[in-house]
């Protein structure tokens, strides 16, 4: 089985820059995703990592160490536009293709 | 323009009827999938289906059937055995053999859901 676990809500300032963790307890790991959902809205794909280290995209880095069984995503300059959920999900050998997610951090972003 | 739809985008239904969502996809992927997310909640895996006629169950499969007689389309029927069907449903869909913008063959794309409230 799998137990992902993220903080349920965090709230940061614009401009500013906030990471939210997510750690993983699983009995085979392939990667691990980030997603970004806006209320009521489908979740889009914002990161993966398959390797440890850490992948930056723009204002969006993703950090994993597969022996710790650890991840964060970094937001930087942040913008009203980024007060989301970010679902953590990861990816199983053998699993089909499944994802398993994480409960999700709902960010909010303030002036 | 390719990608994932389901209709209706809101559905209401009293107690004790069954309601077919629908999920269509026109990327050529193989694997299609089912969620389900409650208020403040992550995405719990109902079904999934990897290739047509086949399909397996997932988390929370009770109360509800799928099926898979065309690879674009996976409708999911919330039965009236559901006891708590009020939720978010999203319905997913990956390439096996291909790859996503992540480079990965496991990225699933998302329709937009479905808000479906049993009263």
């Known amino acids: 089985g799998q137990n992902i676990d993220q903080p349920t809500e965090m709230t940061a300032t614009e401009g500013a820059i906030v990471q939210i963790n997510c750690t993983y307890q699983t009995s085979g790991f392939n990667g691990l995703f980030w997603y970004q959902q806006h209320a009521g809205e489908a979740p889009t794909f914002l990161s993966y990592n398959v390797l440890d280290g850490l992948e930056e995209k723009g204002r969006f880095s993703s950090f994993l160490s597969r022996s710790k069984g650890y991840s964060y995503l970094l937001l930087k300059e942040l913008q009203m536009k980024d007060s989301a959920s970010y679902l953590c999900?990861?990816?199983?050998?053998?699993?089909?293709?499944?994802?398993?997610f994480g409960t999700g951090t709902q960010l909010k972003v303030e002036l | 323009d390719g990608g994932i739809t389901q209709s209706p985008k809101y559905l209401f239904r009293k107690e004790g009827q069954n309601v077919t969502l629908s999920c269509e996809q026109n990327l050529n992927h193989d694997a299609m999938y089912w969620y389900r997310q409650d208020p403040g909640q992550g995405l719990r895996l109902i079904y999934y289906?990897?290739?047509?006629?086949?399909?397996q169950k997932g988390d929370i499969a009770e109360g509800y059937s799928v099926s898979r007689e065309k690879k674009e389309s996976f409708p999911l029927t919330v039965t009236s055995a559901q006891k708590n069907p009020t939720a978010f449903y999203l319905c997913a869909s990956s390439s096996i053999s291909g790859r996503g913008t992540s480079g990965s063959s496991y990225e699933q794309y998302f329709g937009p859901g479905t808000r479906l409230t049993v009263t």
């Open positions: 289906s990897q290739i047509v006629n086949d399909f």
């Open positions: 999900a990861i990816t199983e050998p053998g699993g089909g293709n499944k994802l398993t």
